[in-house]
C-alpha cells in the first residue's frame, strides 16, 4: 500500500517525467520534419503524406524518450528534495534510499513493459510502414509522379505537363496532354483545367479535361484534326507499379519472428548474425531501464551547500552515450565480426558496474558524492573561465587609463 510520502514521490516524478518524454519526442519530430518536408517536396508528393510518414516514427522516437524521460523524472524529483532539504528529513527518520525508490521502480517497470511492446512489436510495424511510404513516394503511387512544371511520361507512350495545381491535386491548370498509340495515331491536348477521376478499373484512371483543344494525327490523315471542347474524358493507362517488399529486414521483425528465425537451422550465418545482433539490442535496451532509478539518484544530488546542475548534464550524456554504444555494439555484431551477446550485453555489465558503484556510494557512504570529483573539476574550471572573462574586460579600461 502506498503511503503519504510515496504519493508525495510519484507527484514529483510525474510532471518531469511526462514533459521530459513530449519534449524529447517533439524534438526528435521536429528534427525529422523538417528533412521529410525536403524529400517530400522534391519527390512531389502531397503535404499530407508527411504527416503519415511522422506518425509512423513516433514509435521509434518513443523507445528513446522513455528511458530519457524516466531518467530526468526521477532525478529532478530527488534533486527538488536534496535541495530543499527533504530529503535529509526523510533519511532522518528512518527512510533508506532503498525504501525511497520503491516508487521510481514502479514507474520503471510500467515503463519497462511498455518500451517493450514498443521495441519488440510496434516500431518493427511501423518503420516498414514508413519505409513502404518512402517507396510509394519514390515510386510515383501517391501521385508523386506527375510534378508540376515538368514533362512527365506515363509509361511508353504518354507525356503530361501540368502548369499549376490546387487543392492538394484535384484541380490542375495549364494542362498539356500527349499520346501516341501502337498503330502511330498521336493525340496532343491543350486544356485550361483538368481532374483526375478514379474508374472501376485499378490500372486505368480519367483525366477530365475542361476548356481545351484536342489535336489528333494519324498516318492515314491528309491534315491533323481538331477539336475545340468544353469537357472531353481522357483515358490514361497507368504504370506497372513494383510492389513493395514484405518485412524481409531483421528491423522490421517482430521479437518471436526474430527468435524464430535465429533458431532455424537453415538460417544463413550472416541472417543469422544480423538476427541475433537486432534481438539482443531490443533486450538489452529494455532491461538497461532498470538501472536508470539507481543513477538518476546518484546523478541528482549534489553535494552540499550547492545548486550544481552538473548531474543533470552527465545524466543526458550518460543515457544518450550508452544509447550509442549499444547501436555501434548491434553494428559489429551484424558483420559477425565480435558475437552480438559480448557486443551487447559487456557494455550492459560495465554500465551496471559503474551504476552499482555510484548507488553504493551515494547510499552506503557518509557523504559520499559519486560524481564528487567531477564538481570540484568543473566548479574550478568554472571560476578559472569567469575570472578570464573579467579579466578581458578590465584590461582595455587600464589601457585607455595609461
Not at 33 to 41: E, G, H, N
Not at 224 to 231: E, T
Request: aromatic content about 8%; overall charge positive.
Amino acid at each position: 500500500m502506498l503511503t503519504a510520502t510515496d504519493r508525495y514521490l510519484a507527484r514529483l516524478i510525474a510532471v518531469p517525467m511526462l514533459g521530459t518524454l513530449v519534449i524529447a519526442a517533439m524534438l526528435l519530430v521536429l528534427d525529422k520534419m523538417l528533412s521529410l518536408f525536403d524529400f517530400v517536396a522534391a519527390e512531389g508528393g502531397p503535404v499530407s503524406v508527411v504527416w503519415r510518414m511522422l506518425a509512423n516514427m513516433l514509435p521509434e522516437y518513443l523507445s528513446l524518450g522513455i528511458p530519457i524521460g524516466l531518467m530526468l523524472g526521477i532525478l529532478l524529483a530527488f534533486r527538488k528534495l536534496a535541495l530543499s532539504s527533504e530529503l535529509d528529513v526523510m533519511r532522518a527518520v528512518g527512510l533508506s534510499y532503498g525504501r525511497l525508490l520503491r516508487v521510481p521502480y514502479m514507474y520503471c517497470v510500467a515503463l519497462a513493459l511498455l518500451n517493450f511492446g514498443i521495441v519488440g512489436f510496434v516500431q518493427p510495424l511501423s518503420r516498414h510502414a514508413y519505409e513502404a511510404l518512402r517507396f510509394e513516394l519514390r515510386s510515383g503511387a501517391l501521385g508523386a509522379s506527375i510534378k508540376v512544371g515538368e514533362f512527365t511520361n506515363l509509361g511508353k507512350r504518354m507525356t503530361l505537363r501540368i502548369e499549376r495545381s490546387l487543392d492538394e491535386g484535384r484541380n490542375l491548370q495549364g494542362i498539356f496532354v500527349r499520346a501516341v498509340s501502337r498503330d502511330g495515331q498521336s493525340v496532343a491536348v491543350t486544356a485550361a483545367q483538368g481532374t483526375f477521376l478514379a474508374t472501376d478499373d485499378p490500372d486505368v484512371i480519367i483525366f477530365r479535361l475542361r476548356n481545351g483543344v484536342l489535336v489528333n494525327d494519324a498516318p492515314k490523315y491528309k491534315t491533323p484534326r481538331i477539336l475545340s471542347f468544353s469537357s472531353h474524358d481522357l483515358p490514361i493507362d497507368l504504370p506497372q507499379i513494383e510492389n513493395f517488399r514484405g518485412r524481409d529486414v531483421d528491423r522490421e521483425k517482430t521479437i518471436p519472428e526474430l527468435m524464430v528465425i535465429g533458431k532455424n537451422p537453415a538460417t544463413p550465418e550472416k541472417l543469422k548474425d544480423e538476427v541475433r545482433a537486432n534481438f539482443h539490442f531490443r533486450m538489452v535496451e529494455v532491461v538497461f531501464m532498470f538501472l536508470l532509478p539507481l543513477a538518476a539518484l546518484a546523478f541528482a544530488i549534489p553535494p552540499k551547500r550547492s545548486t550544481s546542475a552538473l548531474g543533470v548534464f552527465l545524466s543526458i550524456v550518460f543515457i544518450v552515450t550508452y544509447h550509442k554504444v549499444n547501436q555501434y555494439g548491434e553494428g559489429i555484431g551484424a558483420l559477425g565480426k565480435v558475437d552480438p551477446i559480448i557486443a551487447l550485453w559487456g557494455p550492459f555489465l560495465l554500465a551496471s558496474g559503474l551504476v552499482l558503484w555510484m548507488y553504493h556510494v551515494i547510499a552506503n557512504r557518509p557523504g559520499g558524492q559519486p560524481i564528487g570529483a567531477l564538481e570540484v573539476a568543473f566548479s574550478k574550471l568554472g571560476k578559472q573561465i569567469v575570472r578570464l572573462l573579467r579579466f578581458g574586460r578590465r584590461r582595455p579600461v587600464a589601457q585607455g587609463a595609461a
